[in-house]
């Protein structure tokens, strides 16, 4: 981590505005713009006005700006009674027009970077958002970019772009790197108490940066550049996205050794060192783990350097099934009725939707289930059939399915009743 040795008002002539300005956010009188209001950018919004600043945030998306305005939270996480009270106090006022950020005294931009689908990053939004920015930078101002990038960005894309117009970042104004750690739905680790990296172009930029996100966060940590603050993030998530594809790898093997992989979890996690669990599952989601690995090994590229981690686990990740079409021949408890209570299918269907399958089933003589949280309808087994499934599972032998047309179409059948006696087949697989 970087040493930081605080800038006072008696610091040189040439970071007498950074002294100014982490005056003015110390005080409170600093205007804050956002850009950008999603699952970054609204949290934080929110907590700079409950600090006591008023904020402007800027969303090219009208709903959004309007939700707010009306004091109606999107975001789980951000409760409503939060956005209208900063909102009624005239703290918090989202605007579509870009030309307000000429008032920000500090502009976070936090606006999303996805994949391509040649899974190269995806910048237009930083640069479309930078532009927006460089349009009305004035002297003093401090400009940190959130979005989760490769290392380079900023100081490579964002900073000539803001110095096209003669003011030069760390003399004329401040730049800074920091990451978002916002983990959505984690009651214990928030805005406020989830410690932040923070790396300027200089350090003054960095220390402005600092004295920004001191007014919301306990903890701050510098470190000496935008490259080494982006390097950050990208190891923590890198760090998650190889662990779980070790973790899908190990769930393979173990079911090739017939070893319960979970069992084997949850024994080598009673070590109390050395150790972290990670977990199997039917891939990665979100808009972190599954991308930003990606952003570090496309920049690696670029200088020659193959990442064969980040690739292996890329490739071991998308390669677990999800979202299979599970079709299930039988609701009811046993063959010809029309009773499904305790009915083993109820579990399978649980089971096989919390591992990320898309259930359907088939039953003549249960048309609609409602059981246990389970609410679905059947449908037609020829229906079925010719939408398409990845897998069917017997688990009533009623006479009255169609157990042709079942082993001619379906590409997988696991029988748990040994309905297809007789029949035989590489697809169909008996209990
Ligand atoms: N969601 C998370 O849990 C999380 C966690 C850490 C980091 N991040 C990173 O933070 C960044 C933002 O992610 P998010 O989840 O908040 O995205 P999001 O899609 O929820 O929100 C982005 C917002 O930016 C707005 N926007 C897009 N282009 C704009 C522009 N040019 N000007 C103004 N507004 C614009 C969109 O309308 C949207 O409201 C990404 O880089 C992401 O990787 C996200």
Redesign the pocket.
């Known amino acids: 981590m970087a040493e930081l040795v605080p800038l006072t008002t008696s610091a040189s002539l040439e970071h007498a505005s950074a002294a100014d300005l982490i005056d003015r956010l110390r005080t409170k009188r600093a205007r804050i713009g956002v850009?950008?209001?999603?699952?970054?950018?609204?949290p934080l919004a929110v907590e700079f006005a409950d600090a006591g600043f008023t904020v402007t945030p800027?969303?090219?998306?009208q709903s959004?700006v309007d939700s707010i305005r009306r004091g109606v939270s999107y975001?789980p996480d951000v409760p409503s009674e939060r956005v209208r009270e900063v909102v009624d106090a005239g703290r918090l006022s989202p605007t579509?027009d870009?030309a307000i950020l000429a008032e920000a005294d500090a502009i976070s931009i936090?606006?999303?970077?996805?994949l391509r689908k040649t899974k190269d990053p995806d910048l237009s939004?930083?640069v479309?958002?930078v532009?927006?920015v460089s349009k009305y930078l004035r002297a003093g101002q401090l400009i940190v970019l959130?979005?989760?990038?490769y290392p380079g960005t900023t100081d490579e894309v964002v900073r000539p772009m803001l110095e096209r117009g003669g003011l030069v970042a760390g003399r004329d104004f401040f730049l800074a790197f920091s990451?978002?750690?916002?983990?959505?739905a984690n009651a214990e680790w928030h805005t406020g108490n989830t410690p932040k990296v923070v790396g300027g172009v200089d350090r003054a930029s960095t220390e402005a940066a600092c004295a920004l996100y001191e007014q919301i966060v306990s903890t701050i940590v510098p470190v000496s550049s935008t490259s080494v603050a982006e390097m950050v993030?990208l190891l923590e998530n890198t760090f998650r996205a190889v662990n779980i594809g070790m973790a899908n790898e190990l769930a393979l093997m173990c079911r090739h050794m017939n070893i319960d992989v979970w069992e084997v979890i949850d024994a080598a996690k009673t070590k109390p060192f050395g150790f972290m669990a990670f977990y199997p599952g039917p891939g990665l989601g979100?808009?972190?783990i599954p991308?930003?690995p990606f952003y570090l090994s496309w920049k690696a590229r670029q200088s020659g350097f193959e990442s064969r981690f980040i690739e292996l686990a890329g490739h071991v990740n998308a390669s677990m099934p999800r979202g299979s079409r599970v079709h299930l021949y039988g609701m009811a408890y046993k063959a010809d009725v029309g009773d499904y209570r305790e009915s083993p299918a109820i579990d399978i269907v649980r089971l096989l939707e919390e591992r990320g399958a898309a259930v359907s089933y088939t039953d003549p003589h249960v048309l609609v289930v409602d059981d246990h949280g389970v609410s679905m309808t059947g449908l037609g087994e020829a229906e079925a059939l010719a939408a398409g499934i990845d897998c069917a599972v017997i688990v009533t032998n009623h006479r009255a399915f169609d157990y042709d047309a079942l082993v001619r179409t379906a590409p997988l059948i696991v029988d748990t009743r040994n309905a297809l006696k007789g029949r035989a087949g590489a697809h169909i697989f008996r209990l």
Do not use: N, Q, W
Not at 58 to 61: C, E, G, I, N, S
Not at 179 to 184: A, H, I, L, Y
């Open positions: 850009i950008g209001l999603g699952y970054v950018g609204l800027v969303d090219l998306d959004k975001i579509r870009f936090c606006v999303p970077t996805p939004y930083i479309a958002a532009e927006e959130e979005s989760t990038t990451p978002e750690r916002v983990d959505p993030k979100g808009h972190c991308i930003d």
